[in-house]
C-alpha cells in the first residue's frame, strides 16, 4: 500500500535553534515528491517539488532533500515566523494520485 | 496572478442537510482538486478533474457527495445529506496538467471549513 508518513508529529524549537522534518514513502514509483507549509486557518502554500534521490532545493531558512525512500526539511536558524505545519506529498507515476502525509506542527519559541 | 478562490468560507448545517462549495481555479490550471481535510490530519483527496473530465474520484463518498466542474474552470462539491463525520476543511485546489509526465506543484485555495451539528 502507497503511504507517506511524517515524523515528528510537533517540534518546538528555540529561536535559531536548527532542526530536520523527514517524510518517509513507501509508494510504488514517485514522480515527485512536495513540501507545502500551511498557517493555521489558510490552505497549504508550496515550497519544493523534489523528483529523484539527491536533488536539493533550497528558499531562504529551508532546504529540502530527497533520497529513494524519505525527504528532509531541513531548517536554519529557524524564526517565530517559521511556526506553522509542514506538509509532504507524493505524486505516483502510475495514476498520478497524490498522497499527503499528516503534517509536522512546527513551533517556534521567541 | 489571481490565486484560487473558494466560497463560502464557513458554513454551518445540521446532519441531513445539503451544502454547497464553489472553486473558481486560477486562470490556465487545467487540473482541479477537492480535498477534505479533518482537524489534525493531512488533505485528504476526493476527486481530481482534468479540464471537465474526472481522473481520479475512487475516495469520493459517492452516496452522498457529488461534484462538477463545468466548461473546465469552476467547479462544485455538494453533500447530501451530511453527517457529523463531514465536519472538516474542504480544499480547493489547481495545477497545470498532471499527467505529461511532470509533477506539477498545486496551489490551494483558503477552504470552507464545514461544521455540522
Known amino acids: 500500500e502507497d503511504q507517506v508518513t511524517q515524523s515528528p508529529e510537533a517540534l518546538r524549537l528555540q529561536e535559531g535553534e536548527s532542526s530536520s522534518l523527514n517524510c518517509s514513502y513507501t509508494?510504488?514509483?514517485?514522480?515527485?515528491l512536495f513540501w507545502y507549509r500551511q498557517d493555521p486557518g489558510k490552505g497549504p502554500e508550496f515550497l519544493f517539488t523534489?523528483?529523484?534521490a539527491g536533488e536539493e532545493k533550497e528558499k531562504e531558512r529551508l532546504k529540502a532533500t530527497l533520497t529513494k525512500k524519505e525527504s528532509f526539511l531541513h531548517i536554519t536558524a529557524p524564526k517565530p515566523e517559521d511556526s506553522a505545519t509542514y506538509l509532504c506529498?507524493?505524486?505516483?507515476?502510475?495514476?498520478?494520485?497524490?498522497?499527503f502525509g499528516k503534517g509536522t506542527r512546527l513551533h517556534i519559541l521567541p | 496572478e489571481a490565486g484560487v478562490a473558494q466560497s463560502p468560507r464557513y458554513k454551518i448545517i445540521e446532519k441531513r442537510q445539503s451544502v454547497a462549495f464553489w472553486c473558481n481555479p486560477i486562470?490556465?490550471?487545467?487540473?482541479l482538486y477537492w480535498y477534505q481535510q479533518i482537524l489534525g490530519q493531512g488533505p485528504k483527496l476526493l476527486i481530481q478533474?482534468?479540464?471537465?473530465?474526472?481522473?481520479?474520484d475512487s475516495q469520493l463518498p459517492k452516496d452522498r457527495f457529488s461534484a462538477e466542474r463545468l466548461k473546465g474552470v469552476d467547479s462544485t462539491l455538494k453533500i447530501q445529506p451530511a453527517k457529523l463525520e463531514d465536519s472538516a476543511v474542504y480544499l480547493c485546489?489547481?495545477?497545470?496538467?498532471?499527467?505529461?509526465?511532470?509533477?506539477?506543484?498545486?496551489?490551494f485555495g483558503p477552504g470552507t471549513r464545514l461544521t455540522v451539528t
Open positions: 523534489l523528483y529523484s
Open positions: 478533474f482534468q479540464n471537465n473530465g474526472v481522473v481520479d
Open positions: 486562470s490556465g490550471h487545467a487540473t
Open positions: 485546489a489547481s495545477s497545470l496538467r498532471s499527467n505529461s509526465g511532470g509533477a506539477y506543484e498545486q496551489y
Open positions: 509508494v510504488s514509483g514517485l514522480r515527485g
Open positions: 506529498a507524493v505524486q505516483l507515476n502510475r495514476d498520478d494520485k497524490i498522497i
